[in-house]
Structure formats: C-alpha cells, structure tokens
Antibody, heavy 116, light 112 residues
Framework: VQLVESGGGLVQPGGSLRLSCAASGFTFSTYWMTWVRQAPGKGLEWVANINQDGSDKYYVDSVKGRFTISRDNAENSLYLQMNSLKAEDTAVYYC??????????WGQGTLVTVSS | DVVMTQSPLSLPVTLGQPASISCRSSQSLLYNDGNTYLNWFQQRPGQSPRRLIYKVSNRDSGVPDRFSGSGSGTDFTLKISRVEAEDVGVYYCMQGTQWPLTFGGGTKVEIK
C-alpha cells in the first residue's frame, strides 16, 4: 500500500486549497478512505471519510460546509477540497485507508498553512 | 462525541523495562456487531502514524510481540513488555465505534 499526498502549501485566511492523495498497491475502489490532520505539535484529528463509490461521506463538525471529500476510482485518487480556510485548519493532512472502525495505512502527509 | 482520555501524558521508561498506557472512553466501544473498535497507533518522531493494534488486541503484521492490547467496554491498555530505543514516540488510541472517529490526546514515551 502506498499513499502519496500533495497539494499542501501556504494560503491566506478565507482561501481555498485542494489536496490530492495518489493510491497504489491495493484495489483502491474497494476501500473506504479517510483524511486525518495534525496541527503543529498537537494530536491527531479525524477530518472526513468517504465510501467506495463516493455516495456516503462523513465530516467532523468543524469542517462541515467548508471541506468536501471526493474520489476518482479510475485515477486511484482521493481529494479534499478545502474552502473558507481558517488559521485553525493549519496542519499536516494525512490520507489513509479505512476499514469499518479502523484506520489502516497512512500516507506521509502534506502541510497546509493558513496565514496572512 | 466519544471522548478518549489517555494517561499518562508522558512516560519515561528505562530500556528493557515494561510500559503501560491507559485509554478510557466516555461511552462503551462495544458495537452492535459484537466488535469493539479500539485502535492503537505509534508515531515516531518525524514520521506518520502507524497502526499497532486493532479491535483492542489484534496486532498488525510486522508489529513486535512485545506490544499487546487489552481491555473492554470503556477501559483499554497498551503494554510494551520490554521497551526498546525504537519505541520512542507518541502513542494514540482511537475509537471507530461511533461517528465522529475520535483520538486520545497521546502519550509520549521516552527513554530515561
């Protein structure tokens, strides 16, 4: 299993960013996927989940209405569209595989910094 | 939301000695399918998290057998039978029984 995140960077408050996660080494279309974030020097926070065909999505309350998780099974890719970004969204964002009740394999993460 | 509380916050351990981390949930993690979705993760300095244990006590492939998980309901424990230098890092519990998924605050294991 290999998961490679990209798309992080510096963005101003109120701005937008789209994260990508390229998956390989497993049958991507058969797995739920998840995004987890970690603010600098802090613990882990689950952000969002998506089921195999993209029809079922879950979000932590703090990002509902601002973030959208999606996937392209033909491209073996997971995405996180982040709008109306706030300083408190600053974190390393990890994508990971998800089995019922369990987060399994993790990527290396991509850093998002929200600052003026 | 299910609140996950870990203790201690910091755990200095002598090499070769045992270590124990506690994780308590604010609600029972027993799901109606009979499974208890309690996971343990290790995060070494500068690395991504790595899962060690799933469903309370199942060790992941490649995880040394000095790591073990136990518990039920709302009370769980991760034990390291003999701490090695490579075990330094932060350990997190996570519940997957209810949405939203929630993590404990982490326990930092360091060598005395």
């Amino acid at each position: 299993v290999q998961l490679v995140e990209s798309g992080g960077g510096l963005v101003q408050p109120g701005g937008s960013l789209r994260l990508s996660c390229a998956a390989s080494g497993f049958t991507f279309s058969t797995y739920w996927m998840t995004w987890v974030r970690q603010a600098p020097g802090k613990g882990l926070e689950w952000v969002a989940n998506i089921n195999q065909d993209g029809s079922d999505k879950y979000y932590v309350d703090s990002v509902k209405g601002r973030f959208t998780i999606s996937r392209d099974n033909a491209e073996n890719s997971l995405y996180l569209q982040m709008n109306s970004l706030k300083a408190e969204d600053t974190a390393v964002y990890y994508c990971a595989t998800y089995l019922p009740g369990e987060i399994d394999s993790w990527g290396q993460g991509t850093l998002v910094t929200v600052s003026s | 939301d299910v609140v996950m509380t870990q203790s201690p916050l910091s755990l200095p351990v002598t090499l070769g000695q045992p270590a124990s981390i506690s994780c308590r949930s604010s609600q029972s993690l027993l799901y109606n399918d009979g499974n208890t979705y309690l996971n343990w993760f290790q995060q070494r300095p500068g690395q991504s998290p790595r899962r060690l244990i799933y469903k309370v006590s199942n060790r992941d492939s490649g995880v040394p057998d000095r790591f073990s998980g136990s518990g039920s309901g709302t009370d769980f424990t991760l034990k390291i039978s003999r701490v090695e230098a490579e075990d330094v890092g932060v350990y997190y519990c996570m519940q997957g029984t209810q949405w939203p998924l929630t993590f404990g605050g982490g326990t930092k294991v360091e060598i005395k």
